[in-house]
């Protein structure tokens, strides 16, 4: 299969207003850019104590006044020049330019400090700093001079001192051949971990590049942790004692099981928040993983280690919970159903759930950020982000069915509780 682009003449367009030539350059109606004004004015009143949806509406609405006031040439532009940006930022924070601004927060700092500071030229710097300036994350009160804000201060922090360089690097170099990889495989999608575009691109799947490099994955780890901090966890969110309450009391009986659940934080935390819950709870991760794990601490906390990998059939039999966060959208369909066939094998059909936290996309108009991590998992893994209708088939063909799904809010992952069907 080809694809040829293919260029319109002005009269072949379709007689369409919003498809109109007029339209790549002129402005939308007064009435509608108000009425939007208007929403947004009344979102923005309640935001100092603003729940998850009425945040997350506030800047949808934002980014539509943004869409509706810019042409469509306009909103072209700005995402053909993207690339550059990230670059920029990704060259920034090579260069620690970020503290360096904050620890000279009270007066910010002159080009030629900053390339007394880093070493680097001074008209590289100021060419970079129009880039950091432009997109929010520094402020320049005069020429040359810059001042940190708050988002400066973020980019310090471990969701933007690692996580930026950290994603740049693992996943540029296979999205900037992604065309490539889907004009030699007939734009068909990845189903195979083995071949997916980071394979094909770098030799490499994700977990295995990151395994080559230590720098990068520690930033991983951190950055991962970083995302989650000030976010609700599961049992926050899923009423605990819709199951704790019928859960078998026998000493040697298995509460919970966190399948490849890291250093253990989630089940210190809900220990800690669900003392008095009946039963065992289980950490799961591979022996490597485990081995860098605060043992003893998570002893002390009630919490039981046990090397092990989801490709093996499960050991832990009839528990009441086989919990798993953030899991199968690494992977692709079969792979997640080998899991899946693992955990069941261990499951009481009546007793036993799963409860996986993971996004949940809605079939329309899915929001950008969720959007654009499906892509990445799909290159750097064939994984995905799904949505509940590819969930229901997922867990339907491995024999589950989902009996319940919280949503925490818009861009934010939901608790789904699976049973077997």
């Not at 950055?223 to 309450?245: C, I």
Request: charged share 20%; with cysteine.
């Amino acid at each position: 299969m080809t694809a040829t682009a293919v260029s319109m003449p002005n009269s072949a367009l379709p007689a369409f207003p919003n498809l109109s030539p007029a339209s790549s350059s002129e402005a939308p109606p007064r009435s509608d850019l108000l009425t939007l004004v208007d929403r947004i004015r009344h979102a923005a009143a309640n935001e100092h104590n603003a729940s998850p949806d009425s945040h997350s509406q506030l800047l949808t609405l934002i980014d539509e006044l943004k869409l509706a006031v810019e042409t469509p040439n306009e909103t072209v532009l700005r995402l053909i020049y993207q690339p550059p940006q990230n670059a920029a930022l990704r060259t920034v924070m090579d260069m620690g330019i970020c503290p360096l601004l904050v620890q000279h927060a009270h007066r910010g700092l002159s080009a030629s400090e900053l390339a007394s500071h880093t070493g680097a030229e001074r008209a590289l710097i100021v060419r970079l700093m129009r880039v950091m300036v432009a997109l929010g994350l520094c402020d320049n009160p005069s020429t040359e001079v810059y001042l940190p804000n708050s988002k400066t201060l973020a980019l310090t922090q471990p969701i933007g001192r690692d996580g930026v360089p950290c994603i740049y690097d693992l996943t540029l170099p296979t999205l900037s051949k992604l065309p490539d990889y889907f004009r030699d495989h007939q734009y068909v999608m990845p189903r195979e971990y083995k071949s997916c575009p980071m394979q094909w691109a770098v030799g490499q799947s994700q977990f295995e590049w990151l395994a080559q490099r230590k720098l990068s994955q520690t930033r991983f780890n951190s950055y991962m942790a970083s995302r989650r901090q000030g976010k609700p966890a599961w049992f926050d969110t899923f009423p605990v004692e819709r199951l704790s309450r019928t859960a078998v009391t026998r000493d040697d009986a298995v509460f919970l099981v966190d399948v490849g659940g890291n250093q253990g934080h989630d089940l210190v935390r809900f220990r800690k928040r669900f003392p008095s819950v009946a039963g065992r709870v289980v950490l799961q991760d591979l022996p490597k993983v485990l081995a860098s794990a605060p043992a003893s601490s998570l002893k002390e906390d009630g919490v039981e280690t046990m090397g092990y990998s989801f490709f093996d059939p499960q050991p832990v039999k009839g528990a009441r919970i086989y919990y798993f966060r953030a899991i199968f959208h690494d992977w692709p369909d079969d792979i997640c159903r080998q899991i899946l066939a693992n955990t069941v094998s261990a499951m009481d059909a009546e007793y036993s759930r799963i409860v996986i936290v993971d996004f949940v996309l809605p079939d329309t108009h899915a929001p950008l950020l969720q959007s654009s991590l499906d892509i990445q998992m799909m290159s750097i893994g064939a994984g995905a982000e799904r949505s509940e209708s590819q969930w229901k088939e997922l867990l339907g063909s491995a024999g589950l069915e989902i009996r319940s799904v919280w949503r925490n809010g818009p861009g934010m992952e939901s608790v789904m509780e699976v049973a077997v069907r």
